[in-house]
């Protein structure tokens, strides 16, 4: 079909990726600011925000940093206006959420902690009840980790670390100051000190506050004048040639123990050290190219993760994940999978049945070959164990492992290890493009015979993120979707740098490199025809993020043409919806709640009889051009029509929803007459069908 140029290009309206991913963690941000939620619950949200800005220095910051040093800017901005500059603006941003993550934490959730008998002591003095108890945890425990360095002008013997925590001491001795670096140890040891005080309540300290208040015991000779946090921030990102020598595994071995070596992206310090200091301090780590910022009093507040207090009435009350047995599984699952598809809904079920379909695989008899991709592995994983047990016994078990899955390198080089050893066969992907693609296939000899019985899914096979993460995994033996899934397999293990569409068709499955792109625009001009025509046309669109310029572009020609566009994109959103005659009929919601939002689903309204695909590729450029990702239909009527039923409680969504506005600002959804939290109508749903089966 030829595509309809609905307005020149240089019109069409597109937020700047990184500051739409700033307005997510805003959102993230935003959750901690709910009274609504458990104050536990609004911690971890503050942990999360924090530790999604420290990603984004690592590895959006050095991007921004070099487009604003070129004079260059990723794409307009669109609807919110052409920004002079994307990395002061970014900065901005950051800088009025921080004060908002201050203001979050000083006037709502410490005071209400504080209401509950929990003080975390910021910015205070440590109780003179806890003095004697935190100076012999000091001179027993932490004194053991503390390296204190005399700030000089050649520090070549001393190399802050990425994100580690540093005290600045100004130390006066015998009439002579001296500036010294002191680490705060939160790698060795608890970042939080937890007190029972004698009047019920608990007092927790920060490690740092104990070392500043016996600092004193490390300079018995001088006097401690001041003492200030800092911390540095360093370039994330892997330099991988497109041509290497040797193995892929020992050369991400190497480049993964030289990361924390990066340049500084950041340079992070609490108020009051004096300029020339400062000037001393850039000079010394080589900070030409970070940002030196004025921070809080404390950094790296990720560490509330482990804030040691655990009670159930400030917390979100735990979910039991539903089981998950949909047709009364007694014998094998491969046997159950031969008669019907199964649509399975982590973390709303529970993850012991990939499990045990792995598990049995490795030990049914009638298998004899296993394939599988894997892109970030539990660090004691038990699905691993189950391939390597699978090798053991015998079968061919073949693993495509991406060993640049980023920050988890170091994992999977463990773990591809591991399997090696055991016998399994691995295939790395060429080094400038990454296997993203969730699948599985098992073959089994029956009667002569060769079965088919696979996993496609939309998140990775990992059972720890599963207990996080909403994702979707389709279980089938149906041989049209599965015979491509191998053909695949067996493609990627060529290992070709190029690939060739025309070498390889796929008909039911949408493959990046291949075909992905072309059928989702194929999809959407059908959505338009029929609105041409008259008819209805809709789409509904849930994914991670949202970035590729031709995909929203025809989006936008979608729109144009009458057809109604539903978007759930939980983070990175270009695309500006309401724009009048642009894409009035496009609206974009954003859901956080207690899990995170991952599942990838397209549904085409198709004349009546609608499509429904699922599958790992959001349409970002990376998964669109630089990444093998595989998306899959659901052809069960059931299935699709459960598919259709979830979403559908999505999109009614008052509670955890906002609409992202034109100016990228997260408007919360209007209340009805009744509230939905669409995670908590989902967990209930599916519970209570288990319950009624």
Not at 14 to 35: I, Q, T
Not at 193 to 211: C, M, V
Not at 451 to 479: C, I, P, Q, W
Not at 492 to 505: M, Q
Request: a neutral charge.
């Amino acid at each position: 079909m030829e595509r309809t140029k609905v307005f020149a290009s240089e019109k069409i309206p597109f937020f700047n990726r990184d500051l739409s991913w700033l307005s997510f963690n805003e959102r993230v941000l935003k959750e901690a600011a709910d009274k609504r939620v458990p104050l536990l619950e609004r911690l971890k949200f503050l942990a999360i925000y924090s530790s999604n800005l420290d990603e984004f220095y690592r590895v959006r910051m050095p991007v921004l940093q070099a487009l604003h040093r070129i004079g260059k800017e990723e794409g307009e901005t669109g609807a919110v206006g052409k920004a002079e500059s994307v990395l002061q603006e970014a900065l901005d941003k950051i800088a009025r959420q921080q004060e908002l993550f201050g203001e979050i934490l000083t006037t709502g959730v410490l005071p209400g902690l504080n209401e509950n008998k929990v003080h975390l002591l910021y910015r205070e003095a440590l109780p003179a009840e806890m003095s004697e108890e935190t100076t012999n945890y000091f001179l027993s425990k932490v004194l053991a980790f503390l390296h204190p360095v005399v700030l000089a002008k050649d520090m070549s013997g001393f190399f802050p670390e990425n994100n580690q925590l540093y005290l600045l001491l100004e130390v006066l001795e015998a009439g002579e100051e001296q500036q010294v670096i002191l680490n705060i140890p939160s790698d060795q040891l608890p970042r939080f000190y937890p007190f029972e005080s004698k009047n019920g309540t608990t007092f927790i300290a920060f490690l740092d506050d104990i070392i500043r208040e016996n600092v004193r015991w490390l300079f018995p000779h001088a006097s401690v004048r001041s003492c200030r946090s800092f911390k540095i921030t360093r370039d994330a990102e892997l330099d991988l040639a497109d041509d290497y020598e040797g193995d892929l595994l020992d050369q991400i071995s190497r480049l993964v123990e030289k990361r924390d070596r990066g340049l500084a992206t950041r340079f992070l310090y609490q108020p009051g050290i004096s300029p020339d200091v400062l000037e001393r301090l850039r000079k010394a780590f080589n900070l030409r190219k970070a940002g030196m910022m004025e921070g809080g009093f404390y950094h790296n507040l990720k560490d509330l993760f482990s804030f040691p207090i655990q009670r159930p009435d400030l917390s979100e009350k735990k979910w039991k994940p539903v089981p998950y047995n949909p047709f009364g599984w007694t014998g094998s699952v491969f046997d159950h999978l031969d008669e019907a598809d199964a649509l399975f809904h982590p973390p709303y079920h529970s993850y012991d049945a990939i499990l045990r379909f792995f598990n049995e695989a490795a030990t049914n008899p009638a298998v004899s070959e296993i394939y599988i991709t894997l892109y970030r592995v539990a660090s004691d994983s038990l699905l691993a164990n189950a391939l390597i047990n699978a090798a053991r016994n015998g079968k061919k078990v073949t693993a495509v492992l991406e060993l640049k899955a980023r920050f988890d390198e170091a994992n999977n080089v463990k773990w591809a290890k591991k399997m090696k050893a055991a016998g399994v066969r691995l295939i790395y992907s060429v080094t400038a493009l990454k296997v993203h693609a969730k699948i599985a296939v098992v073959k089994r000899q029956i009667d002569g015979r060769q079965k088919y019985t696979g996993l496609l899914a939309t998140g990775n096979f990992n059972e720890k993120t599963a207990a996080l993460y909403t994702d979707h995994v389709l279980m089938t033996s149906r041989v049209e979707l599965l015979r491509e899934t191998e053909l695949l397999f067996i493609f990627l293990a060529r290992r070709e740098k190029v690939y060739n569409p025309a070498l390889i068709v796929f008909k039911h499955l949408l493959v990046a490199q291949f075909n992905l792109q072309q059928r989702f625009l194929d999809l959407l001009d059908a959505e338009i025809s029929s609105a041409k025509a008259g008819l209805p046309a809709s789409v509904t669109i849930k994914m991670n993020n949202l970035e590729e310029r031709v995909l929203i572009e025809k989006l936008y020609e979608a729109s144009q043409a009458g057809v109604e566009i539903r978007l759930i994109i939980r983070g990175i959103c270009r695309i500006v919806a309401g724009v009048p005659g642009v894409s009035d009929r496009i609206s974009v919601r954003r859901i956080v709640g207690r899990y995170l939002e991952h599942g990838r689903v397209f549904i085409f309204h198709n004349g009546g009889e609608p499509l429904v695909y699922m599958g790992s590729a959001d349409w970002m450029n990376r998964n669109i051009y630089r990444r093998i990702e595989v998306c899959f239909p659901v052809l069960d009527p059931a299935l699709k029509e459960e598919m259709i039923h979830l979403l559908n409680l999505q999109l009614r969504d008052n509670q955890k929803a906002v609409y992202i506005d034109r100016s990228l600002e997260n408007i919360p959804v209007e209340e009805p007459e009744e509230p939905v939290d669409s995670q908590q109508c989902i967990y209930d749903w599916l519970k209570n069908r288990k319950m009624g089966s």
